[in-house]
């Protein structure tokens, strides 16, 4: 019966594992094979004057990247991977694979990730690319453990919408029957509705779509987000479980996925909680000093703002307390100077993570705030209605997957951390 490549140990006798040739190295009378799983890679040596003529016929058949499965006994070697070899009594080609690759998995021959993502079903074969979608996997599992050891309901919110959550534009369009409908940008407004329902304390994790016409290497058009929203809370409490939630996550990533930080090959270091909080005054008055574009309060923090007050403030942190006119309408305004609201972003030193506030959770407040932006209450009707049938105080945010695994991994591209990234210029594969 096969095993995982990670359980072959020089102490066994005999092993079968599957898997596909990573590379083969010929000697003359000996024969290098490397087989890889998800698991990790094995030695394969055949011996030409020993070896079974089956084998040696199946050997030198075989190409790279075919998959074959292969049963022998297990010697230790020093040199070798894992400190052991198996030496085949029968070799299997399972599935051949056609020649020329469109990549080399080997990475001996880089190749563009335009070219990666247009072969992204070999490229995560790399054990340094699957070693970031094992990270991001338990990232994910990770989220679910947080929040259910916590007592939060999984929600699932409609991805087909009437109207803008945040009232923009930046909505894409879509054919439903006869009806104007639009890709959800934000389950915003429904993990709202479900605090009316009585559920308290509420999460998703799902994508979201942005019609950005963005074309760098931060954005994306469709991108999965961790939600939660929580009655009788304001920001503080939810900025807490932010930070517990990023911690939680990192030190879960420190203890399953030790092999996959070494394949990525990068130091890697739970970061300390409670995050610094760092007042919008100030996070501007930093980035004018630092920066040569002109920046002044009321202005959102570009990008070379945000790189150089990460650099000044060196770890995740919060920037607390936004203008009022700069947040959404749904950002409860401080009571002693509604000027300013009640929400806040979570930064890496390199960007924004996630965003967040205490919600506005009076009705007739909100109706003057949607206004305030120039929206039409009108078209908030489903929404505004369980504002007035009792509707708890309460907080949340929204926290962007692939900027967390992006920032976490030292990743420079965000789509490197999406398998099949969709952006202004790519929707296959």
Known sequence: MRIPISEVTPDIERAEVAGWVHEVRDLGGLTFFLIRDRTGIIQVTIVKKKAPAAVLEAAKAVSRESVVRVAGTVKAIDKA???????????EIVAPCASPLPLDV???????????????????RKPRVAAVFKVRS???????????QRGFYNITSPKIVAAATEGGTELFPIAYFEKEAFLNQSPQLYKQMMMAAGFEKVFEIGPIFRAEEHNTVRHLNEATSIDIEVSFADH???MNILEDLVAFQYAAVADHCADAIADIGIEFEIPKTPFP??????????????????????????TPAERAIGEEMGEHYFVVDWPSAIRPYYAMPYENDPSISKSFDMMHPRMELSSGAQRVHQHDLLVRQIEAKGLNPDSFEFYLQPFAYGMPPHAGWGLGMERLVMTMLGLQNIREAVLFPRDRHRVVP
């Open 277 to 302: 909080r760092l007042p919008y005054a100030e996070a501007i008055e930093i980035a004018a000093r630092k920066i040569e574009e002109p920046i002044a309060y009321g202005d959102d923090l570009s």
């Open 81 to 91: 991977p894992g400190g052991r070899e198996l030496n085949p009594e029968t070799f």
């Open 106 to 124: 080997v990475e001996k021959v880089p190749a563009d990730l335009d070219t990666r993502l247009d072969a992204r079903f070999l490229d995560v």
């Open 138 to 148: 338990t990232v994910t599992t990770a989220a679910y453990e947080f929040f259910t």
């Open 236 to 238: 503080n409490d939810v």
